[in-house]
């Protein structure tokens, strides 16, 4: 009102104290009226500037300081993925799948605005039964199940989707498929406990291996069918949206007991064979490698399947067996074996090489150097579960590793226990399945809640240092990320949200300066949580004030507590909970 009352014209008479002719009338000059047309084409320039339409980008200061509550986006936008949308990736070059990668759209570029449930959503089923069936209207797209059904990926069957377990190279079960590996895999000896399955479907097969203790991260892109990500991730599977095309997978080195490819099509053999370098930068010594469908004696690639056997030779692999369509070998426990003689003049990288390194980051056609080789292969490195409360050799190249470890691990215990007991964070209950954690450093709350029905997507900022080996080293699972930026996954994929010092995921190591706002990490944070799902986050008062703003206006409800008495009382904990609001029915 106040911006209003100031655009009033002036009444001459009532305000200069004069009598005059009409007293209190309005007296209009020329200039007067010419005034008030000025003002009023500002007032209707504002007006339409400032009042979003739904769907529209909205200034995220101006949303966040005016305290006004960001507009719901157009229905069309249900499934929003900002860095993988094929409106900006048509545009882009083919070459080695450049345009499936991520391409996020430049800061200031994307709606501002909350993204709607589809028409009918429902709060999710809940684990375990959401690994058979989940809710049809919650993504009501039935290609999948139209094109695979026969396969038993997935079926309708009234309001549900069911998943049969099945998958193009198993289309009897994942469950009778895993029997069948684990002849020559040891899948169900704690020997292996983190998985990379490429091309996964639906993600049965990573599903169907957590009753044996193992966590698969599966990954695929957005694809024609669109949803596959989405489905494993609604059924409470790990999962991730992905494409091996021109960069380095976001993980790091050494880091997986085994890679699949079940029928995942990834020319592992085209240009100079840099898809197969890649798994081996990623896979353990003494790991396994699995790739069941083409070009494994497949009818018309004799030629790639040749030529597949011959660099896995030239990597030293040893082959354990060719079962039909499906191949295994096992990964060396010493350093690589090159330099040696080979047909594709693969040689070792440069001493200048981190192998770790992997946000954003070109792949290389040259095999990384295997540091602590032995100390972290499979069958050197302990079992599960005892590898998750043991510092691995990869901790204890960091500075006092060892004790940062003990005292991060026994930090978050405490932490984890005062969310249940005194600020009715509902882990361990069906209420909370999906969890990221947005700063994981070195894994110590997926560590702590780990007797709890969940998994934990440990992500570690690509600006901070690079401890994700240390989580691996654990059998826990993640990724690099760098929050300036949308996460790859679909809308409402998260059930629980956990931030440690926000403030750190925006700021600039080196300048303190912020890189982003705090508005956009908490708009990407609703875009990614479940209605009724929790945030929690954590930081200094003066943020959380912020971080409280924030909350209000992207329509979360708000309570912020003090930190646990181990903590000094120098952070505040606010806990928010996502409204379940629906678009108006037009």
């Known amino acids: 009102m106040g911006l209003l009352s100031s655009l009033r014209p002036h009444r001459r008479g009532a305000l200069s104290g004069g009598g005059g002719g009409g007293g209190g ?6 200039l007067d009226a010419v005034w008030a047309v000025f003002l009023l084409a500002v007032v209707i320039f504002l007006a ?41 990736s048509s545009r882009l070059s083919r070459e080695m799948n450049y345009y499936r990668e991520r391409h996020c759209p430049a800061r200031g570029e994307a709606p501002v605005c909350l993204v709607p449930p589809p028409r009918g959503y429902r709060v999710p089923v809940p684990w375990p039964e959401s690994l058979h069936k989940i809710w049809h209207d919650n993504m009501p797209y039935g290609k999948i199940a139209e094109r695979k059904g026969h396969q038993g990926w997935m079926k309708q069957e009234g309001s549900y989707f069911i998943f049969p377990g099945g998958g193009t190279m198993f289309p009897d079960g994942a469950e009778q498929y895993i029997e069948k590996l684990a002849q020559y895999v040891p899948l169900k000896s704690g020997l292996l406990r983190t998985g990379l399955d490429m091309g996964c479907g639906v993600a049965s097969f990573g599903g169907f291996l957590l009753k044996e203790n193992i966590l698969t991260l599966s990954f ?20 991730f949206l992905l494409m091996l095309g021109t960069r380095r997978l976001p993980f790091p080195a050494q880091s997986f007991d085994f890679v699949h490819c079940s029928r995942c099509l990834i020319p592992f053999m085209a240009y100079n064979g840099s898809y197969l370098i890649e798994v081996d930068r990623l896979l353990r010594p003494g790991g396994y490698l699995i790739i069941s469908g083409p070009p494994v004696q497949w009818k018309k690639q004799e030629k790639e399947w040749a030529e597949l056997q011959e660099m896995a ?18 990964k060396p426990t010493e350093a690589s074996c090159l330099p040696n003689q080979n047909g594709f003049n693969i040689d ?16 290389k056609k040259c095999v990384s150097k295997v540091s602590l080789a032995d100390e972290i292969a499979v069958g050197s490195i302990l079992k599960w579960p005892d590898r998750l ?14 004790n940062l470890f003990e005292l991060d691990t026994q930090k978050w215990v405490k932490r984890v226990s005062f969310y249940k007991k005194s600020l009715g964070v509902k882990l361990g209950t069906a209420k909370i399945r999906n969890v990221m954690d947005m700063n994981a450093y070195l894994g110590g709350l997926a560590a702590a809640a780990v007797s709890d029905p969940v998994w934990v997507m440990n992500v570690v900022p690509a600006q901070k240092p690079l401890t994700l080996g240390v989580i691996y080293d654990r059998g826990l699972i993640g990724v690099y990320h760098d929050w300036c930026e949308p996460f790859s996954t679909y809308p409402r994929t998260y059930d629980l949200i956990h931030a440690d010092r926000i403030n750190s995921l925006i700021r600039d190591p080196i300048s303190g300066k912020s890189r982003c706002d705090l508005f956009d990490v908490m708009l990407e944070m609703d875009r990614i949580l479940r209605p009724e799902g929790i945030a929690v986050v954590r930081d200094s008062p003066d943020v959380i004030d912020k ?3 924030v909350a209000q206006s992207i329509r979360w409800t708000v309570q912020v507590h003090d930190s646990e008495p181990e903590s000094g009382g120098t952070e505040k ?12 029915l037009t």
């Open 25 to 30: 009338q309005w007296q209009w000059s020329f």
């Open 48 to 88: 339409l500037v400032f009042t979003p339409r739904r769907g529209e980008p909205l200034s995220a200061s101006s949303s966040a300081l005016a305290g006004a509550t960001v507009p719901p986006c157009a229905a069309s936008e249900v499934d929003l993925l900002p860095c993988e949308d094929p409106r900006r």
């Open 220 to 239: 695929a892109p957005r694809d024609s069918h669109k949803s596959q990500i989405q489905f494993a991730l609604e059924r409470g599977i790990p999962a």
């Open 313 to 330: 030779l030239a990597f030293c692999y040893k082959l354990i067996t060719v079962d039909g369509n499906t191949a295994i070998w096992k």
């Open 348 to 363: 070792l990288c440069s001493t200048d090489d981190d192998p770790d390194q992997a946000w954003y980051f070109k792949l």
């Open 389 to 402: 409360s043991k510092p691995s050799a990869r901790a204890s190249l960091m500075d006092n590793g060892a």
């Open 547 to 549: 971080a409280a703003q």
């Open 573 to 584: 904990i606010l806990v928010a909970t996502k409204t379940f609001w629906k678009l108006p």
